[in-house]
């Protein structure tokens, strides 16, 4: 006699162990997916979603105890601005463009004498939608200037407080009036360049809705 058991089995009875463990297995698997659809994803996803909020409070919690730092280095900040204010200090943008034309005008009485001083030949406001930046403030000028003036008046529109740039820079010397034979005083420069400058706030334009 045979030491396995499945020799004492006929084979009706092998063919239905046989489908028994099939059907079993497939229950099995069934059990399991039905486990990690009903059970296990949803755990997962919530367990993930639980994890995001806890760095997030973790982020939170950590921004709120750096406040007083922060709140510090904001007053600072605005102690130095109102010592040394960088943006322009005029509540329109209208009021903005003639207060740096005001000071540029400034800075161009100050230079040279004599006749010496450079002259502005036009300026131009460039419109709120040329610009990306809405609290940018420039104007187009072109003016005529001796070599030594404009090196100076570069140097005092940068250095104004508030800030002054200058940008989109085009400088030419006349077919007739050459730089190498031009006093400093004469204009020799035709100089085309954007003045600009930045508001303290973004305010609408005089008369707009």
């Known amino acids: 006699m045979s030491a396995f058991p499945s020799d004492w089995l006929t084979p009706a009875q092998r063919r239905q162990r046989i489908i028994a463990s099939v059907l079993a297995a497939i229950v099995l698997l069934l059990v399991i997916a039905l486990v990690y659809v009903c059970w296990w994803r949803p755990w997962s996803l919530q367990h993930a979603r639980l994890s995001q909020l806890l760095e997030r409070r973790d982020r939170v919690e950590t921004v709120l105890h750096s406040r007083q730092g922060l709140d510090a280095a904001l007053q600072a900040a605005d102690q130095a601005a109102s010592r040394e204010p960088l ?6 943008r209208d009021q903005a463009i003639a207060g740096m034309m005001q000071r540029l005008q400034d800075a161009l009485n100050t230079i040279g004498g004599d006749g010496k ?13 040329e610009s990306a930046d809405a609290q940018r403030v420039a104007v187009n000028v072109r003016l005529h200037c001796g070599n030594s003036e404009w090196l ?17 820079l085009n400088i030419a010397a006349p077919a007739d009036l050459p730089m190498s034979g031009a006093s400093p005083g004469q204009g020799a420069l035709d100089i085309n360049m954007t003045v600009y400058g930045f508001q303290r706030q973004s305010a609408p334009a005089a008369g707009a809705p």
């Open 117 to 129: 001083r450079c002259r502005i030949d036009s300026q131009t406001p460039i419109a709120p939608g």
């Open 87 to 92: 943006l322009l200090p005029e509540p329109t």
């Open 152 to 168: 100076r008046l570069s140097q005092a529109i940068e250095s104004a407080r508030p800030a002054m740039f200058i940008d989109m």
